[in-house]
Structure formats: structure tokens, C-alpha cells
């Protein structure tokens, strides 16, 4: 997987990363189906960031996952680890097979991400975590001028929690241009809409009010997402942030936007249906019109 | 204290490029020493307890040991989820120093009394947790942590506490060190309250009460050993510390011995009982709570004879 770091060829990656936001959406429902665990609105809605990040962004190794020299993914929204491990597979940092045991008894795959697993650095869970140590990170690759990147993704939920905010001050005044916050941005956190609970607009306008170099995009449209991350950093000095506008639940249709779905798991028929809506969508998540 | 622990860190630093300081906006007159001498591992991270964690977390991930520095309760408890999930769960090569625990900050309020600290972070995974009785011990114990893998507690005093060892005694993680012999009541000491403990010893001898005195700076893992052994001695156990009874050294040594075989020694725990609302200085709050030497020697005092009294009449 370790990528060279230009932009790969368009088309070939494209097929690639569809391919793989597929597999990731189908691994992760029927592992949350299986386990009747919840939060899978929150891993459909950011498998297309994952899929083009492992699929072709990330400078990473899954035959050597502590190389020295790999940019860190950091998940900070840990509750979304059913398409995480499943990127995580589908790129063969472990066997698929291992996805099966998700939640279950003795596994080494939690509910919410946790390191122990190749290619996972850090163990999320509770929001507002992993901003911090991504500047952490950042600051001791300028400091060892090691070139690799550190990419946090993190909800939108979670941006209520101060501790982010403490790390939007932190980068930009420490020049952490190697940094790259992306927000999964589906407008719905735990209990409610993110509008309604505590309303983060101008969200865009907030990160750049703190130093960091803001893109805004299509989180379900691959190319630019790759676009988006392979641009960073824009602006020598000033960290990037991606705010990504997705849909929760995106691409089974009887899941997307509805809050329930950060709770239940599907049902053998559900998950049927789901998989046959996954399986049919192109590369812009959407189903393809007959 | 704190000025022993950067120098301390200041001759670990030329020799070992790892370590790096982080400190929360705390350090007036104390960090500029090292901040001077290594700029490049020196971050002031702001009045941002829980991003200076994080931070020093994703460093030691790479590869650093970072050491957070900040007033009694501000690096532990403001931050602590991040230093339970963090740090401690990753068993990262972090240390958390905090300065002016226990009492010394009396004047400022309870906002700034440390009395909580151990009982918080000796519940951590990973967390090896010392708290050093005099200046010698804090150099010691500054080493000791810097060389050891994973998360480490350092709690230290403010500053001008007295040096008790005449000698460099033998610092170990997990080993107490004893400091006086004495055959009715062993005292346990851990962190600064160390010297009125020796003091409230002299006391007591006066008094006819022979006490044996253990400086016991590694509260997590505790010395088990030398409790015990000095539970088969001495028919006391004190425990000292400037900490709340709940949850610090006079917890864990009750831990021990409530599980040991019978050893006919009673504890008593000599700690914070005064609750929160107490403003004075340093040696008032050590007053009211019988945490200088009077007040221990008197506390000892009163249950040794009060458990003769009952013995002189069976």
C-alpha cells in the first residue's frame, strides 16, 4: 500500500477505491449485524474518506505496519472501528477472516478501536482524543525531520469537546503543516442533530479564525477526497483541515440521516436489503439508476 | 524539590535526547533552565491541560519521553481520561511531575491542595506512582523514572524542603527505604511530610515510644515486603503522608495488611482529614490536620497508650 506521493493515476485508483469503499460498507454491516452492536451509521458515513485514505493517500506498509517512515491515521471517532478494521483488512494489514470475531467474546477486535491490531496506532473511544496526540505526532516528525503525515479523522460530535479546540490553537501556532484534520461532518452526533444540539456552523469559518487551511467537500465523492488530501499541506506553516459533508448511513437507504441508526443493529432482512443497496452503488456511493 | 527535579532533568536531558519537557503556562522561575538549554524539546503547550497529554502521548508514540509538568491537581485531573486512555493504556514513556502537592499551596485555596492525586492515580494501569520525602530522594527518584519504561507519577513538594538522608540510600521502584530503627511503632512516610515524621519520631522517644521510620516514595507498586515486616515487628503502623486518609499510602498499607496472615499490628492513619474549607498556610493546614510533629507524635502517643491502658488491665 505505500503509495508514492503524488497523486496516483486517477482512473486506475478511482476503481480501486470504489472497490474498497464496497467491501468496507458490506464487511461493516455484517459485522455490526452479527455482533447486534450499533454505531453503524457512523462507520457508512465515513468509508468513502476511509476508502480513498488506505486506497490510495497513506503512505503506508501492511507487511511492516510500525515502519518507522508510515504516515499515522489516526480514527479519534473510535465508535466508527467496524469500517476501520475493516479497511484495515480489506488492505491487508490482518486476515479478513479476524472480522468476524468484532464484539465478540475474547476478540481482539473491540467495539471501539483499540491498538493491539496491525495497523491501528491508537486505541479511541472516548471523544476528543486523538487531535492532541495527533499533534503529538506531528510535532515529533518536524522535530526528527521525518516526513511522514499524521491524519486525524474525527466526528462532528465530537468537536464539542474542548480538548479539540485546545489542539485547533495548538498546531497552527507550532506550524504543523503535516497535520490533517478530517471531520466526518453527517450533521448527526449521539442524541440529536448537531444543529439543534450545539450548532457548529460557521464550521469552516472557525478553523481558519484559528490558523489551519480548510477545504470543504463531498466526504462520498472519491475524487475529491483524493484531491482534497493529496493537496495538504496548502500553505507552508498551516495545518489542513477537511471538512467532509457526508451522510450518515450513507449508502443503504433505509439508514441514511436517521439518528437511530448510531444505535441499532440490522436485522437478516435489513442486512440483506443493505447489502444489495451496497453492492449496486458506484463510485459516488450513489445507487446506480437502471 | 521542583528545582532539584530540573536539574535533575537538565543532566538526563544532555545525555539522553529523548527527553522532552511540556509544561501547562506553570513553571515561573523553575523550567527557565531547562527551556534555555534544550528550546527544541521544551513546549509550553498554554493553560491546556488536556492537549499537553494528548501531546505528550503522540511524542512518547514516537518515540520520546516526555515528562508534563504542571501545579498539584492541574496535570492529573483535568486531564485525566487522557492520562488513563492515553497514556496509561498505550504504556507510554510518559511522566506526569506534579509540584506542590499536599499542603504547600494552603493560602490559595482548595483548588490548589494536592490531596487527592495518589488515590487517583494509584487506580491507573501502567502507572508507577512516587512521591519522594526529601530533595535527595526527588533527584533519585527523577532518574529512576526517566529510565524506567512506561507511565510514570512524580509527586513532588513546592520547594526548600529539608534534605533528610545523610547518605544516597538505595532508590528502587518498589522499595521502601528506612531511615530510623525502632521497636514499638514503625511510622511509613511517602512525599515531603517525610522530616516531620522523623521529627514526630524524636518525640515520641522522649516519651518512652521507640519509632521506626520508612520512607516509602513508591506508593505504586508498593513495598509489600517491608510492611509486612514491619507489621511482625512493631505492634503499630503508622502511615503518614500529606494526601487524604482515602485512597493514598494509608490505603494501600491497609490493603496489605487487611489481607496479610495475622500480624497482631494495628494501623493508624495519620493524613488530610480537615475537609476542604481550611485557608492558612502550609504548616497551619499540617496543624489542623495533626500532620506536623506534634500532632503525629500525639496521635501515635494516644493509641499506643491507650492499647497499654487496655493491656495494663487485662
Known sequence: ?290 | MRNTFVSTLCELAERDDRIWLLCGDLGYSVLEKFAARFPDRYVNVGVAEQNMTGVAAGLAMAGKVVFTYSIANFPIMRCLEQVRNDICYHRLNVKIVAVGCGLPYGTHGYTHHGVEDVAVMRALPNMTVVAPGDPIEARLATHTLAEREGPGYLRLGKGGEATVHADEPVFQIGRAIPVREGGDVTLIAAGAILAETIRAAELLAERGISAGVISMPSIAPLDVTTVLEAAARTRWIVTVEEHSVTGGLGSAVAEVLAEAPATGARLLRCGVTAGPYSVGGQAYLRGLNQLDAAGIAQRVASVVDMAGARAGRR
Open chain 1, 1 to 290: 500500500m505505500a503509495n508514492e506521493s503524488e497523486m496516483p493515476e486517477a482512473g486506475a485508483m478511482a476503481e480501486r477505491t470504489t472497490a474498497l469503499a464496497r467491501a468496507i460498507r458490506a464487511d461493516a454491516l455484517r459485522m455490526v449485524h452479527r455482533a447486534n452492536a450499533s454505531h453503524i451509521g457512523s462507520s457508512l458515513s465515513m468509508s468513502d474518506l476511509l476508502a480513498v485514505l488506505y486506497g490510495g493517500i497513506l503512505r503506508v506498509d501492511p507487511a511492516r505496519p510500525d515502519w518507522a517512515e508510515r504516515d499515522r491515521f489516526i480514527l479519534s471517532k473510535g465508535h466508527g472501528a467496524a469500517s476501520a478494521y475493516a479497511v484495515l483488512a480489506e488492505t491487508g494489514f490482518f486476515p479478513v477472516e479476524w472480522l468476524e470475531t468484532y464484539c465478540q467474546d475474547g476478540s481482539k477486535l473491540a467495539g471501539h478501536l483499540t491498538r493491539g491490531v496491525p495497523g491501528v496506532e491508537l486505541s479511541s473511544g472516548s471523544l476528543g482524543h486523538g487531535l492532541p496526540v495527533g499533534c503529538g505526532l506531528a510535532l515529533a516528525a518536524k522535530a526528527d525531520g521525518a516526513a511522514y503525515r499524521v491524519f486525524v479523522l474525527l466526528s462532528d460530535g465530537e468537536l464539542d469537546e474542548g480538548s479539540n479546540w485546545e489542539a485547533i490553537l495548538f498546531a497552527p501556532q507550532h506550524r504543523l503543516d503535516n497535520l490533517v484534520a478530517i471531520v466526518d461532518y453527517n450533521k448527526i452526533q449521539s442524541f440529536g442533530r448537531v444543529e439543534e444540539v450545539l450548532n457548529l456552523e460557521p464550521l469552516a469559518d472557525k478553523w481558519r479564525a484559528f490558523g489551519w487551511e480548510v477545504r470543504e467537500i463531498d466526504g462520498h465523492d472519491h475524487a475529491r477526497i483524493a484531491e482534497a488530501l493529496s493537496g495538504a499541506p496548502y500553505e507552508a506553516g498551516k495545518p489542513t483541515a477537511i471538512i467532509a459533508h457526508t451522510v450518515k448511513g450513507k449508502g443503504v437507504s433505509f439508514m441514511e440521516d436517521l439518528l437511530a441508526w448510531h444505535y441499532k443493529s440490522p436485522n437478516d432482512e435489513q442486512l440483506t436489503q443493505a447489502l444489495a443497496e451496497v453492492a449496486a452503488a458506484n463510485s459516488a456511493g450513489r445507487e446506480e439508476t437502471a
